[in-house]
């Protein structure tokens, strides 16, 4: 859970997107058959290579239009929906960011003159269930 500065916002959401459909659709407006010196590429072959292309590429927005009409609330929710992440980090990270952030609080705890133990030795008694809420 950290905020992404805006000009990652913008080049993620705005830019990157525009940038990919400027050159999807140039390509298209400025194509030319496909040939090698005199030999011309059968149209069959062409439409093959762009089958396969398309192929990979179709995924992404097929996948995009099927959630949004098969997902069930208004276009706002289901959007909001769809771009929030859903992940569970593991037991262990909760427990490795909960250790750090304990650390991080005796640290400044010393630099406030106030008397705190840095050493790994503190953590021996460490409850995880307590850190996590849950019986392991």
């Excluded at 093959?48 to 927005?61: C, D, H, K, R, T």
């Amino acid at each position: 859970g950290y905020r992404v500065s805006w000009y990652w916002y913008v080049c993620w959401v705005f830019l990157a997107p525009a940038f990919m459909v400027f050159i999807f659709v140039f390509y298209f407006v400025r194509y030319s058959p496909i040939t090698m010196g005199a030999y011309h590429y059968p149209a069959w072959g062409e439409v093959l290579g762009f089958a396969i292309s398309l192929s990979s590429m179709l995924w992404v927005p097929g996948y995009a239009i099927y959630y949004l009409l098969s997902t069930k609330g208004s276009w706002s929710e289901v959007l909001r929906q769809g771009v929030t992440p859903v992940i569970k980090p593991r037991k262990e990270a909760v427990m490795a960011e909960e250790k750090a952030r304990l650390t991080y609080q005796d640290v400044r705890d010393v630099e406030l003159n106030i008397e705190g133990d840095l050493s790994d030795e503190s953590f021996d008694s460490y409850d995880s269930k307590k850190c996590l809420g849950e019986d392991l």
